[in-house]
């Protein structure tokens, strides 16, 4: 039963564009929301993360959008660079516990 | 600090023989999850310990999957007997209980090839 729905499942991004991944969720027990980056034969590591009773966090040049009411959120990686060609999976974190629960990647390919 | 520790990193068995997978977490890391990730998908969850007590392991196929984790750190996940569809890389992840973060430390995976 998938929890957190990702798209696309690809990107094709030219160098200097705006990359941007969507996630969206049903379960509201859902309490902290991280975007891990996965290069291939690694495993994935986290990149950022929000908590939902805010509704923008930016590190550098990505930045993660929620929108509560709508049970979503988003990556917007700016100024893509072939640096950045990996897969990206959102995630959301329930439980007292710590029980993260990952959606199904998007694989990113920067282009010069 | 040194992260997390998994081996072998490949494994290529036939079906219906078995298998298994060791990982080492960070140290102080009171939690460690399992996690099966197909080709082209995201990580799946398989069983989650507290120390080394289990907290979540509703996605296990227990008819074929059973994971321990002896004295609160290191754990041994195991299956028999393999199936096809259990070709995956299986990664292991730790982390503190606190700050509630959703930050897991992953290690390198072990990429099963069942024939």
């Known amino acids: 039963q998938q929890q957190v729905k990702q798209s696309p499942q690809s990107l094709i991004v030219q160098k200097g564009g705006i990359s941007i991944i969507n996630c969206a969720y049903e379960?509201?027990?859902?309490?902290?929301f991280p975007w891990y980056q996965q290069f291939p034969g690694k495993g994935p590591a986290l990149l950022i993360a929000?908590?939902?009773?805010?509704s923008e966090k930016k590190e550098g040049r990505f930045t993660i959008s929620f929108n509560k009411s709508a049970k979503q959120f988003s990556l917007h990686i700016m100024d893509s660079q072939p640096g950045d060609s990996a897969t990206y999976v959102c995630?959301?974190?329930?439980?007292?516990?710590?029980?993260?629960?990952f959606g199904t990647g998007t694989k990113l390919q920067v282009i010069p | 600090e040194a992260g997390v520790a998994q081996s072998p990193r490949y494994k290529i068995i036939e079906k219906r023989q078995s298998v298994a997978f060791w990982c080492n977490p960070i140290?102080?890391?009171?939690?460690l999850y399992w996690y099966q990730q197909i080709l082209g998908q995201g990580p799946k969850l398989l069983i989650q310990?507290?120390?080394?007590?289990?907290?979540?392991d509703s996605q296990l196929p227990k008819d074929r999957f059973s994971a321990e984790r002896l004295k609160g750190v290191d754990s041994t996940l195991k299956i028999q007997p393999a199936k096809l569809e259990d070709s995956a890389v299986y990664l292991c992840?730790?982390?503190?209980?606190?700050?509630?973060?959703?930050?897991?430390?992953f290690g390198e995976g072990s990429r099963l090839t069942v024939l």
């Open positions: 992840a730790s982390s503190r209980r606190l700050p509630r973060t959703g930050e897991l430390f």
């Open positions: 929000i908590r939902p009773d805010v």
């Open positions: 310990f507290q120390n080394n007590g289990v907290v979540d």
């Open positions: 995630a959301a974190v329930s439980g007292g516990y710590q029980k993260v629960t």
């Open positions: 140290s102080g890391h009171a939690t």
């Open positions: 379960n509201t027990a859902f309490d902290y």
